[in-house]
């Protein structure tokens, strides 16, 4: 029996086992699999129990094993490597055209069944079979292995935004726990949702580096260092900015929560407005989650910067240029915390509000009988009189030449 060295450093190379107790067999073969350069033979043994605790010692992909061997007959031999190696594929060569020893061999899933005397054809035809299945799977581990590589490099954001739709109730309790034992999470049974929002007044007075993402990677970090009792502590941001955070229920909750608090402050001149939910099972997040988010609104309030925004809007409706960008700019505010927070303290998007004041403004205007409508276009902050019909229109559901005969009417 041999022990060799598989090839380094080629691609694609697949190990080897020739395991027969003819000579003449045995290297009859090993001369057909010299011919293929992707195939290296790295174990040769005359009798089963041999060629078994060779197998052992190297990682194979393709055996080829004679039914008959002394010591260890081929059978039992490939059943104890199914244990070693369950992927390698296995070809029997024997004398016998036994219709037993080809059902057995397909219960154990044989790959192939060549007849003593191996014909170089029949082997050539074998072996492109079992060159495609190798590929194939090497592909295909290659593959599993990218995706659970990417999968572990993305974990971080896959968890957060699992996290943040399954808060918003988009899942069952049955499917958080599939998802979650998948993305290897464990949510503890007691838990706390902790809902933090940082007050938008205090943004403005921050230097311009400090942008929202990166308030929220600070306010997030101090989190994980304060809520982090035992290693469960997940979190994510939901569309209004906000940090939710995950974490194992503790005695000291409150002082727990004033620490986070006091300790952000320290790291970043802004002032926050926290809340902590409890609940048990995860069929309660949702709810948790829910009533968080109701209390720190009502704690919240109605911003001063809103009502800035929704004054600079009447004081430029008319500009044809004016847009999310001006306004979120006047107030010092990133464009997406800007819209975030208009929506939430509004309930509509900021291009609706600024329709709606054009629209309304129009509606001004056109108790003056003697402007034309291109005219009242112009003034409310549109470049043509098409465009503003039709948002007239589908505002109110009439245009604007129907809505001003029906005031003549009137």
């Known amino acids: 029996m041999f022990l060799m060295t598989s090839a380094q450093g080629k691609d694609m190379i697949f190990n080897a086992l020739v395991a027969d107790d003819e000579y003449l067999i045995r290297r009859g073969i090993i001369s057909f699999l010299n011919k293929y350069e992707d195939f290296e033979i790295v174990v040769e043994a005359e009798d089963g129990e041999m060629a078994l605790e060779l197998a052992k010692k190297v990682p194979l992909d393709v055996c080829f094993v004679d039914i008959n061997m002394p010591f260890l007959n081929g059978l ?16 029997i060569i024997t004398g016998y055209d036994s219709f037993e020893y080809a059902r057995t061999a397909l219960r154990m899933e044989v790959f192939e069944y ?48 699992f996290l943040q739709k399954a808060l918003e109730g988009h ?53 994980n260092e304060i809520f982090n009792e035992m290693d469960s502590t997940r979190s994510c941001q939901n569309d209004y900015g906000d940090l939710i955070v995950l974490s194992q229920q503790v005695e000291a909750q409150e002082e727990q929560l004033q620490r986070y608090c006091e300790l952000l402050k320290s790291q970043v001149s802004v002032k926050c407005v926290a809340v902590q939910k409890r609940g048990t099972g995860m069929e309660h997040l949702v709810d948790a ?14 911003s001063s910067v809103i009502q800035e925004v929704k004054d600079y809007v009447e004081q430029n409706y008319w500009n044809v240029k004016f847009s999310l960008p001006d306004a979120a700019n006047h107030v010092n505010l990133s464009v997406q915390y800007m819209s975030r927070l208009f929506r939430k ?49 589908k505002h109110l559901g009439v245009s604007p030449a129907e809505y001003r005969k029906r005031m003549k009417d009137k």
């Open 76 to 91: 039992e031999f490939i059943r104890n490597l199914k244990e070693i190696h369950p992927r390698a594929l296995v070809v």
């Open 345 to 393: 303290e509004t309930g509509v998007t900021f291009v609706d509000y600024l329709t709606s004041v054009r629209i309304r403004k129009s509606i001004e205007l056109f108790q003056n009988e003697n402007m034309k409508i291109y005219e009242i276009a112009e003034c409310v902050g549109y470049a043509t009189q098409h465009y503003f019909s039709a948002v007239f229109k």
């Open 289 to 302: 989650y829910q009533e968080a988010i109701e209390q720190i609104d009502e704690m919240a309030g109605t």
């Open 114 to 161: 060549l007849l003593k005397p191996v014909m170089e054809d029949k082997f050539q035809v074998m072996m492109e079979a079992v060159k495609q299945k190798l590929i194939g799977e090497r592909n295909q581990n290659k593959y599993l292995k990218w995706a659970k590589d990417t999968l572990n490099q993305n974990r971080e954001y896959l968890v957060s935004s």
């Open 171 to 223: 899942f069952t309790a049955e499917e958080m726990h599939e998802r979650f034992n998948y993305l290897g999470v464990d949510i503890p049974r007691n838990f706390v949702v902790t809902v933090v929002r940082l007050e938008h007044q205090t943004v403005v007075n921050l230097k311009e580096e400090w942008t929202d993402d990166l308030l929220f990677f600070v306010a997030r970090n101090v989190a």
